[in-house]
């Protein structure tokens, strides 16, 4: 017999749907010392069913099969020495039911096997489940389809909770000194972070369970892989996102008035955000625009590098902290740049963030509702996930329209969604009808806005508002970007 040295996933799912056969392929990757839990609908989380051994599970697995239980792994996933899987279980008489699994791994083996079936009721078994409908009527569920919805219920929840660890990994510093100090035990990461050591312990054993750190059974410590250190813990890095839990943490502080906004139409004004909000997406963004800003985006517009080299002028609305046009004058010292926003807030940081870069003299913030009009003539101008947020954006496209030098280039950027609302499905889709409703959004509204949303200036959206606006020519650059679709406008 062949020893694994690492779990076979695709040989397992080959063996789950022989056990119809016999269970003894199964049994092969199941170590000799397993712990197998199991939690029904007879055997709750308080008194779960427990088998300890090979043989013991080998017993239960014969069960499986005598009883003509036909069994299919429908998903799964191994990272190191942890893994998740989806099991589909049909009965003889009609029933199915799904199982949900985390188990570790030893030596290629299952060394422990913790298993859900989610949606059973101790009522009746999973088949008999009706619905009284309002009309009194009984129409009949579909077992599988209540059972696959609860478990992406539990997924969707178990994700909040690891959104929940990351914040505070994020805010205490967490990932940054294991990224920087190496594997730790709680006590060692609670010295290095001055943090609790029950609290660092818990936090450690969550990120864990959640796939974001990795624990070493001989030594007794957990580590943050590299390249989950590039995603968590390196500030300003290509694939750093880690500024999206601050600006997260920061826009649910508004939850209560955004609960109120739901019932009267109304919005949130900026300044009823924290300051984390905006440190948050400064940070989240500052990556595009230190590696992909000057080396992507401005050179594929055509002439904009070569206009900049020479010294041309530039604006920047609703610049916000600033990233954009720092990086910009840093690069190009013969131009000028000067960045617009409506709020007070944003250009406070901006125009800190310029003294600290030494970049006073030829970048400047003002307070402005472009909207109104511009008060200078530029070569180029640029607008950054913008429009979608704007009070008026059809006033605010009339506006740089007429501010742009007739061989001027207008750089939109905006967020890749589809024309279609009801195409934007999946996690990233999720994402950005959340980042709307908790923000852009409602702080349009709250100033009586057109209120488009995230995912309001889709491809023919931006093309109808450009062309209202005037523009003769608006065409989207072709370069990949998971996040945002750019485009290159011209008078």
């Not at 914040?167 to 010295?191: M, Y």
């Not at 609790?196 to 070493?216: F, I, T, V």
């Not at 605010?396 to 750089?411: C, E, N, Q, S, V």
């Amino acid at each position: 017999m062949t020893v694994q040295t690492a779990f076979d996933l695709d040989a397992f799912k080959r063996a789950v749907a022989e056990s119809a056969q016999g269970s003894e392929a199964q049994l092969e990757f199941v170590s000799d010392d397993v712990e197998w839990i199991e939690i029904d609908q007879r055997t709750p989380p308080s008194s779960p069913a427990l088998l300890r051994g090979r043989d013991t599970v080998a017993e239960m697995l014969r069960g499986v099969t005598e009883r003509g239980i036909k069994t299919t792994v429908v998903d799964g996933l191994i990272a190191g020495d942890r893994g998740a899987i989806a099991i589909r279980c049909e009965y003889p008489q009609g029933g199915v039911v799904r199982e949900n699994a985390l188990i570790e791994i030893r030596d290629g083996k299952i060394a422990r096997w913790e298993g859900v079936q989610p949606g059973t009721s101790n009522a009746a078994p999973i088949r008999d489940i009706r619905l009284e409908t309002t009309t009194t009527t009984e129409a009949a569920i579909d077992p599988e389809r209540v059972q696959n919805f609860a478990g992406k219920v539990l997924n969707d929840l178990a994700g909040t909770m690891a959104t929940v660890l990351a914040i505070l990994g994020d805010r205490l510093g967490l990932f940054g000194v294991l990224a920087e100090g190496g594997p730790a035990a709680s006590a060692e990461l609670a010295e290095r972070a001055g943090v609790s050591e029950r609290y660092a312990r818990e936090w450690l054993h969550g990120m864990h369970a959640a796939g974001y750190l990795q624990y070493d059974h001989e030594q007794a410590s957990f580590s943050l892989p590299r390249a989950h250190a590039e995603v968590l813990a390196a500030e300003g890095g290509p694939f750093f996102v880690a500024g999206g839990y601050q600006a997260l943490s920061g826009e649910l502080r508004v939850l209560d008035r955004l609960s109120e906004a739901f019932r009267s139409g109304g919005g949130v004004p900026q300044a009823a955000y924290p300051d984390d909000t905006f440190e948050g997406m400064s940070r989240f963004s500052r990556p595009w625009y230190e590696h992909q800003l000057v080396h992507e985006w401005i050179r594929a517009l055509d002439g904009a590098h070569e206009k900049l080299e020479a010294g041309a002028r530039y604006a920047d609305i609703g610049c916000g902290a600033g990233n954009a046009l720092i990086k910009l004058a840093q690069t190009y010292p013969r131009s000028s740049f000067v960045g617009y926003d409506a709020f007070q807030g944003a250009i406070e940081q901006a125009r800190r963030a310029a003294e600290q870069a030494g970049l006073a003299d030829r970048v400047r913030f003002e307070l402005l509702d472009a909207a109104d009009g511009l008060p200078e003539q530029y070569d180029l101008i640029s607008t950054f996930d913008v429009i979608h947020d704007t009070i008026d954006p059809a006033g605010l496209l009339r506006a740089i329209r007429r501010a742009l030098k007739p061989d001027g280039t207008y750089l939109m950027l905006e967020m890749r969604c589809a024309d279609t609302p009801t195409d934007n499905v999946g996690p990233f889709g999720t994402m950005l009808y959340g980042i709307s409703i908790l923000y852009c959004m409602p702080t349009s509204l709250a100033h009586d806005g057109a209120g488009l949303g995230t995912c309001g200036c889709p491809p023919d959206k931006v093309r109808q508002l450009c062309t209202e606006a005037g523009f003769s020519s608006v065409r989207q650059l072709p370069l990949e970007n998971p996040f945002n679709i750019l485009y290159e406008i011209t008078p």
